[in-house]
């Protein structure tokens, strides 16, 4: 269990200012569950993922794995600490000089490992993440995913109970980061790894995570199941993540939306038209999606309300009717498919 207790990280700029990268952050990580941190650019999530391992020390508060605070132990204490705790990055961190099979042995050989023994391991983690044929390759050799199955491999070198995972498809092709996530779910089923995502797109947190954090300027603006918040955003940050990214309704042109959310069975209901016939009312939509959440499917739509108050009573009870979520888009900066 990763548990973080009011953490806060500040920087210097070299004018003296200072940046509150992380606000008072406090939340637990359960042992074997896939946990995201999601948030725009800036947010301060990298900086808190690395508060985690402590390759950034918090500013205040406390960082705990299972029972050991690592805000309060000793360098040697920590260096075996983070023995527990593997991490992988954006642009993989492979060293050029060195074959697939040489950089996966190497934290292992450093750490004192017997050279045999780092190969072995090393071959079980190449045909745990499909590159049998690749142990003597080098990084320029592979594509961007098989750069990243080794970086992974490599992570997962010393037996880690923790993986942390900062960005680790950005730079990847939607398929690629597909297989990728595909791998992160096989290992934390199988090797019972606990797995902290950093990202900032929803659709990752969709496809793998359990529970997700939505951060904003350094604050965690809420913590639930991606279901949850997926259905009933609280944070202006967790809707803007939600929703798709194209064809942008610009800000204050529409004060009249409703969000609909949909979960299971209602996913394939043809509601608008029910709602059409039950309100007499007629709704533009302005755009619909759907998303694959934890096996189950899960849909939105965003509609334009007509302008007589009465019909949208009657379009509000309709939906309080069905059960189905809604939320007022008001005069959100809203984007949609």
């Known amino acids: 269990m990763i548990k973080l207790e009011h953490v806060s990280k500040e920087f210097e700029t070299r004018g003296k200012k200072k940046i509150d990268a992380v606000n008072d952050v406090s939340l637990t990580i ?50 075996q600490e983070r023995r ?6 954006q642009q993989f961190n492979l060293l050029a000089q060195k074959t697939c ?20 391991r090393a071959k079980e983690l190449l045909e745990l993440v499909d590159l049998s044929d690749k142990a003597k390759a080098y990084p320029e050799q592979l594509s961007g995913g098989q750069k990243q199955r080794v970086a992974i491999a490599r992570a ?26 595909a791998l992160l779910k096989k290992i934390n089923e199988e090797l019972r790894v606990t797995i902290v995502v950093i990202t900032h797109e929803m659709r990752v947190v969709e496809q793998i995570c359990d529970r997700v954090a939505v951060m904003s300027d350094g604050f965690i603006k809420e913590v639930g199941t991606v279901k949850d918040i997926f259905l ?25 939306i409703l969000r609909l959310a949909f979960d299971g069975q209602s996913s394939y209901e ?17 755009g619909a999606n759907t998303e694959d959440i934890g096996g189950k499917a899960y849909g939105q739509m965003l509609i334009e309300l007509p302008e007589d108050k009465e019909a949208v009573k009657k379009i509000k009870a309709f ?16 984007t949609t498919d």
Do not use: W
């Not at 043809?270 to 302005?286: D, F």
């Not at 939906?319 to 809203?334: R, T, W």
């Open 232 to 256: 009933n955003p609280k944070s202006d940050t967790a809707r803007k993540l939600i929703l798709p990214e194209r064809n942008r309704i610009e800000k204050g042109k529409r004060t009249d």
């Open 30 to 79: 359960n042992s074997g569950e896939i946990f995201g941190i999601i948030g725009f650019s800036g947010a301060g999530k990298s900086t808190l993922v690395r508060c985690i391992n402590l390759l950034e020390h918090p500013t205040k508060g406390k960082v705990f794995l299972n029972d050991v605070e690592l805000t309060a132990a000793s360098a040697k204490e920590l260096r």
């Open 101 to 120: 099979i040489d950089n996966i042995t190497f934290p292992l050989i450093i750490s004192g490992v017997p050279k045999k023994e780092a190969i072995e």
């Open 84 to 89: 527990s705790i593997g991490m992988i990055f």
């Open 270 to 286: 043809p509601i608008i038209s029910e709602l059409t016939l039950e309100s007499g009312a007629c709704v533009n939509i302005l």
């Open 156 to 181: 997962l070198a010393t037996y880690p109970e923790v993986l942390l995972c900062d960005e680790a498809t950005s730079a990847l092709d939607p398929i690629t980061t597909r297989s990728i996530l």
């Open 319 to 334: 939906l309080d009717k069905k059960q189905i979520h809604y939320e007022e888009g008001g005069n959100a900066d809203v």
